[in-house]
């Protein structure tokens, strides 16, 4: 290179008439990457990252918190949960059913609350009306409605078993 070092080889001006530069590193791999979409894929990968990122950039303005048992729950294993309009959480559980208020866990259970006939709770829905209802291991269902809670009597059809889900059809 006549005594110049690679850095100045690097930064060598076209010379005059000729549109390409002197130095190109790699020029064969820049075309085929522009040719084939590489960078349109690299894009694609870098936005999936950004999206990917974005909501947790976002999260850490929340404080994530877990409760216990020694924290009020009857037990550390939820089985269902919903919020309901009013804002409480519920949560069931296998020793009752638990209203959280974000403060405070009120514990109701077959002890404390008569019409749940079963403390083990596995599932639970809120219906349009704002009626809470309680699917039980056992097969029994209860609802919370205006603050009361009530045993739903069962057709004589139902052989029993464990409550999965509760939801609504189109009539509600």
Known sequence: MNGQTNRQALHRRPQA????????PFPNLIRHCVSSGLFMRLGLVWSCLWITYSPLVAASNFVIRSWYAEDGLPQNAVTAA????????????????????????????DHNTPALKNGRITSLYESA???LWIGHETGNVTRFKAGRFEAVPIKAAWNGGKI???GADNQG
Do not use: C, E, K, M
């Not at 949560?91 to 109701?108: E, H, I, P, S």
């Open 82 to 109: 919903v919020q309901t309009r009013d804002g409480y959480l519920w949560l069931g559980t296998y020793t009752g059913l638990v209203r959280f208020d974000g403060v405070r866990f009120v514990v109701f259970d």
């Open 129 to 131: 009306d704002g009626t």
């Open 17 to 24: 008439g000729n549109n390409r530069p002197v130095f190109a």
């Open 164 to 166: 999965s889900g509760i």
